[in-house]
């Protein structure tokens, strides 16, 4: 199967206001996206182009730098987030290096001086980044059914955003992941990949290759979303694949949810309309905690991995299934 299975959309209609036609259009391809699969591809997203060229060619010149240069961007100790340079130790099924980035006002942003204006580009694509998921998530909202402008009210707090650029090593072999399956924990992240692409989402059962385009930022639903919206919209599950004999480069902007907000299937959903919750409610840290645990700590059989089924309520007798 081919790319042309997942849709690509035009965000310009959003971005200048144009009209309603249009943008109905777009919302009937993103709903139907997000209700099967929960991935798509945009253009025209408002992150101008040049921009996105150049923090990819910077980003791979700085992990082409030493070790020990690199190194020094490691993160500050305490920091909430590990921001700043890591890779994943030798045990890890991932196989990559990369910068992790807070919102650039955040203290605890730790951003390379080297190659010169790479920290200044990074800042740049962060912030649009941020404007990208804003206009998405109102989009999404009003695919949702939701009032007007509800999720950009409940999720208002902008400062726990991430972005990543990672430098995924050549295949080896005997083996080739990158990032093993998995759905993100957040809102909806945005992918914007090289031309060496690696990046599959599962589709009714079937890896399907998502071949970069050259200015196109992938959209992929996130568990958040997921349990808000009742599984109406689904978290994507996803993975990376490694060519041999050449690195692979990628951007993943996190459009995240501050800590302390608790959640759980909107009302909207379970009252209004009267569906069964599908999730019981939950405060976002201590599933992030989760996430992270498994990490640091993995299980030894994949199927205790911690992911968004620890809250689902089993539909026959209402109880919570772990
Ligand atoms: O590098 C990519 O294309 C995707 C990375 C990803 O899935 C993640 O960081 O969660
Ligand atoms: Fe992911």
Known sequence: MSDCAIPTVDLSVFFQNGDEESKKAAKAIISRACSEYGFFQVVNHGIPLELMSRAMELTKTFFALPEEEKIKYRPISGAPVPAGYGKQPA???????????????????????????????????????SKTGKVVENILNDCLGLPPNFLKEYNDDRTCDLMSAKR?????????????????????????????????????????????????????????????????????THRVIRSKGRSRYSFSFFYDLQGDKRVEPLPYFTEHIGEPPKYKQFVYKSYQALRIRNKTHPPQRPEDVINISHYAISPHNNQVIH
């Open 91 to 129: 045990h890890s099924s991932d196989k990559n290096e990369y910068l992790l980035m807070l919102p650039p006002q955040s203290s605890f942003s730790v951003l390379p001086n080297d190659p010169p204006g790479f920290r200044e580009v990074l800042e740049e694509m962060f912030n649009n980044f």
């Open 168 to 236: 995924y090593f050549p295949a080896t072999e005997t083996e080739n992941i990158g990032i093993s399956e998995h759905e993100d924990s957040n809102c909806v992240t945005f992918i914007f990949q090289d031309e060496v692409g690696g990046l599959e989402v599962l589709k009714y059962g079937e890896w399907i290759p998502v071949v970069p385009v050259k200015g196109t930022i992938v959209v992929n639903v996130a568990d958040v979303i997921q349990v808000l919206s009742n599984s109406k919209f689904k978290s994507a």
